[in-house]
């Protein structure tokens, strides 16, 4: 485990606070600069007009770097974390993105996830933080209908909703920033209205069959019946974030369903490498590979789980092995492998691309950094 943890801790510093082309107000202030995991390349130049320098999948990296500062690796972490925050913030508003809007819906919200951590010392990102609350909690209602137990819909066009209304992926782009914005508050209705979207989901969403959660849906009646790695990850994942802040029964009874998933998780675990499959019950081949970016959202789901109490103790080894696995896998030199670059929704079976096998992307190197910190911790 000591070679896999300083393997992993040079990969990480290469690629983001020791990088001598990584400052991040220097990329977001150029239109024909990216940082290293971003594939998607996204901005107004070449018409890829979708969140831009603001992104789930740079977010999800910033945060990782934020639990590095928080697993005591010192103050550049956090200032990298905040430097990026304020290279697409101005005045207290988004350079290039305004709210929870057509065509970019929830995955607008991972990224805000961080600014609770700064609304006390920093009045422009406590603004941002603001405005960002108030634009999902009230302009959007009808976009979280009760008999979606007020889960938003996770994106939509021209009014209308993709063919599945809730995603699991949506759960983590959104609940972690109005969970820890409302715990910040004190504001114990907006908590249990955070509680009560994630009971619609594990019980609409829920494969009793085998404890795994379907991709998105409707109602239990109508899923998108694939076990995608990734989603189930993001779902592991934004448990363990909003547990943190949660108290009382709504806590008890999340936490319950928290370990029931998860023992799924373990008992689908591929003997083999140690690793999950990129559709969790299918076979192993050449489009369904073990999957680095969900492997390492469980690993840090475990480790977490562990640490708050919600998981036994065990899954704290567990989750260490798991990274440590995933280290000798798939961390190949300078880059990480086999991150699957992303599936729609649909119900048709978009998990399989062999071409999507990415090195080097955000939805799995910000994981992968969120995984070794939490192992820091443990």
Not at 186 to 198: C, I, N, T
Request: glycine share 8%; hydrophobic share 40%; with cysteine.
């Amino acid at each position: 485990m000591i070679n896999e943890m300083q393997a992993a801790r040079a990969f990480i510093d290469a690629l983001t606070v020791d990088a001598p082309s990584a400052d991040p107000k220097a990329i977001v202030e150029d239109e024909d600069r990216f940082f290293a995991w971003d594939n998607e390349h996204r901005s107004a130049k070449n018409g890829k007009a979708f969140l831009y320098d603001w992104s789930y999948y740079i977010g999800v990296v910033m945060e990782g770097l934020y639990y590095m500062y928080e697993a005591g690796q010192g103050e550049r972490y956090r200032e990298y974390v905040k430097r990026y925050l304020h290279a697409v913030e101005t005045d207290g508003k988004l350079n290039r993105y305004a709210g929870y809007v057509p065509g970019h819906g929830l995955d607008c919200y991972k990224t805000a996830s961080l600014l609770p951590f700064f609304y006390e010392e920093d009045k422009e990102l406590r603004r941002l933080a603001d405005t960002l609350w108030h634009d999902l909690n009230d302009v959007n209602a009808p976009y979280a209908p009760e008999e979606l137990g007020f889960n938003y819909w996770h994106c939509w066009d021209d009014g209308k909703p993709p063919r599945y209304r809730v995603w699991l992926d949506g759960l983590y782009m959104g609940q972690p920033f109005m969970a820890r914005y409302a715990a910040m508050k004190g504001d114990e209705d907006a908590l249990s209205r955070v509680a009560s979207r994630f009971d619609w989901v594990n019980r609409e969403l829920l494969n009793s069959a085998t404890g795994l959660l379907y991709h998105a849906g409707n109602g239990k009646d109508d899923v998108c019946a694939f076990h995608w790695l990734r989603a189930c990850g993001w779902y592991a994942m934004a448990q363990a974030d909003v547990l943190e802040c949660l108290k009382g029964e709504d806590r008890k009874r999340l936490a319950a369903a928290f370990e029931g998933f998860c023992a799924a998780m373990l008992r689908s675990r591929d003997a083999q490498t140690g690793l999950w499959l990129n559709l969790i019950d299918q076979k192993k081949d050449s489009g369904n590979l073990p999957e680095a970016s969900g492997t390492a959202m469980m690993s840090y789901a475990f480790l977490k789980g562990a640490r708050l109490g919600l998981l036994d103790k065990a899954y704290a080894s567990v989750g260490k092995e798991v990274f440590a696995c995933l280290t000798r896998e798939k961390l190949k030199g300078s880059a990480l492998t086999d991150v699957y670059l992303m599936a729609a929704a649909t119900g048709l079976d978009n998990y399989r691309r062999e071409d999507y096998y990415m090195l080097q992307e955000g939805k799995g190197v910000g994981p992968y950094i969120m995984a070794y910190a939490e192992a820091l911790r443990a």
